[in-house]
T-cell receptor, first 111, second 113 residues
């Protein structure tokens, strides 16, 4: 089915380091979304990708829609303490009513 | 502030209690969603409402009962819950159920004793 596998599950990095995480599926997705969830809050949309090969930036964040349409990557450059949170990839399922979410990558940034 | 509010933010209830969670969106959207978020598990879609009509029920036990009186408000009525129902319950909305971008509320942290 259209399950999303995120890796790594968690990351512990030093402030200033770059971060890379990815999301893969055994099925093709037509859209990839990346959300961030901070402690005590709901997920907030960071980047939306709609075309294979698309590379989109939002400040220090860059995400790419994989050519095979079965994966996506999110990179964060020069991390800062406020980058802490859980990053989720997501995409609509077969009927576009069912948004599938990965299990998330938990990011910890040490000052 | 995403334009989606949820109350209460925290709720502790016994297994025999009846309580309700409320969600309100100020975005003019037509679709609203309930999700359950448990520790270390992906978000689980529970219910979808589109133009006040329930369009999806993901095999959710009947002890969870949704209500959507209008496009701006969504409730989740809780009755005789189990301890394993303890989780963060998130509400979301989108312009329509076929639109990708969903906007989430802050969630209600539910603990069932």
């Amino acid at each position: 089915g259209q399950q999303l596998n995120q890796s790594p599950q968690s990351m512990f990095i030093q402030e200033g380091e770059d971060v890379s995480m990815n999301c893969t599926s055994s099925s093709i997705f037509n859209t990839w979304l990346w959300y961030k969830q901070e402690p005590g809050e709901g997920p907030v949309l960071l980047i939306a990708l709609y075309k294979a090969g698309e590379l989109t930036s939002n400040g220090r964040l860059t995400a790419q829609f994989g050519i095979t349409r079965k994966d996506s990557f999110l990179n964060i450059s020069a991390s800062i303490p406020s980058d802490v949170g859980i990053y989720f990839c997501a995409g609509p399922g077969y009927n576009n009513n069912d948004m599938r979410f990965g299990a998330g990558t938990r990011l910890t940034v040490k000052p | 502030e995403t334009g989606v509010t949820q109350t209460p933010r925290h709720l502790v209830m016994g297994m025999t209690n009846k309580k309700s969670l409320k969600c309100e969106q100020h975005l003019g959207h037509n679709a609203m969603y309930w999700y359950k978020q448990s520790a270390k598990k992906p978000l689980e879609l529970m219910f979808v409402y589109n133009f006040k009509e329930q369009t999806e029920n993901n095999s959710v036990p009947s002890r969870f009962s949704p209500e959507c009186p209008n496009s701006s408000h969504l409730f989740l009525h809780l009755h005789t819950l189990q301890p394993e129902d303890s989780a963060l319950y998130l509400c979301a909305s989108s312009p329509s159920s076929s639109t990708d971008t969903q906007y989430f509320g802050p969630g209600t942290r539910l603990t069932v004793l």
